[in-house]
Antibody, heavy 120, light 108 residues
Framework: QLQLRESGPRLVKPSETLSLTCTVS??????????WGWIRQPPGKGLEWIGS???????HSLSSLGSRVSISVDTSKNQFSLRLTSVTAADTAIYYC????????????WGQGTLVTVSS | SYVVTQPPSVTVAPGKTATIMCGGD??????AHWYQQKPGQAPVLVMF???ERPSGIPERFSGSNSGNTATLIISRAEAGDEADYYC???????????FGGGTKLTVL
């Protein structure tokens, strides 16, 4: 059974960089048949897709986040990561790591989520 | 960018049928997917490709997609169905994932 688990700092200061890692178990980030991604949810609000990465390192992300967002994969560690720079309070959210199968445009596995708060 | 809209809330009596709608311009040309999220938990996929149920999801859950509306239908609603429900599509014009704002289902 595939499992995803987010890890990283829970508190980030404004203007600094948010960094999260998702560790995959029960599956492989190098399988070539999945995309690994991130979705966030501000407290009490809806879901927002952030972006995804393929095992080759190819990425795609929400255009409105521009160059602030970076997603990478480390197949040797079976992990993928999110970096979001120049954060503000608006980036406070529960961050979920997710999986979708190649050719399928829905997310069938989700991590438990981790709340990241942006505050000084 | 593509926008999908959902009613903020839907109320259904126990044992009755709940209908949760997701509106978007010609959404029938896209595949709609639905997630159930209970308080404090991660979302769970309950319907994909308009009307396909993942394994483990009760047959009481069904879906459709026509014209400008995708619909999640929950028959014989139970207290355990109370949750937020989100629809999601892939906008192939922008190549981005789009979520609806979510609908809170109350079984009362």
């Amino acid at each position: 059974q595939l499992q995803l688990r987010e890890s990283g700092p829970r508190l980030v200061k404004p203007s600094e960089t948010l960094s999260l890692t998702c560790t995959v178990s029960g599956g492989s980030t190098r399988s070539g048949t999945e995309y690994w991604g991130w979705i966030r949810q501000p407290p009490g609000k809806g879901l927002e897709w952030i972006g995804s990465v393929f095992y080759t390192g190819s990425t795609h992300s929400l255009s409105s986040l521009g160059s602030r967002v970076s997603i990478s994969v480390d197949t040797s560690k079976n992990q993928f990561s999110l970096r979001l720079t120049s954060v503000t309070a608006a980036d406070t959210a529960i961050y979920y790591c997710v999986r979708r199968k190649s050719g399928r445009y829905y997310f069938d596995y989700w991590g438990q989520g981790t709340l990241v708060t942006v505050s000084s | 960018s593509y926008v999908v809209t959902q009613p903020p809330s839907v109320t259904v009596a126990p044992g009755k049928t709940a209908t949760i709608m997701c509106g978007g311009d010609n959404i029938a040309n896209k595949r709609a997917h639905w997630y159930q999220q209970k308080p404090g938990q991660a979302p769970v996929l309950v319907m994909f490709n308009d009307a396909e149920r993942p394994s483990g999801i009760p047959e009481r859950f069904s879906g459709s997609n026509s014209g400008n509306t995708a619909t999640l239908i929950i028959s014989r609603a139970e207290a355990g169905d109370e949750a937020d429900y989100y629809c999601q599509v892939w906008d192939d014009n922008s190549d981005e994932v789009v979520f609806g704002g979510g609908t809170k289902l109350t079984v009362l």
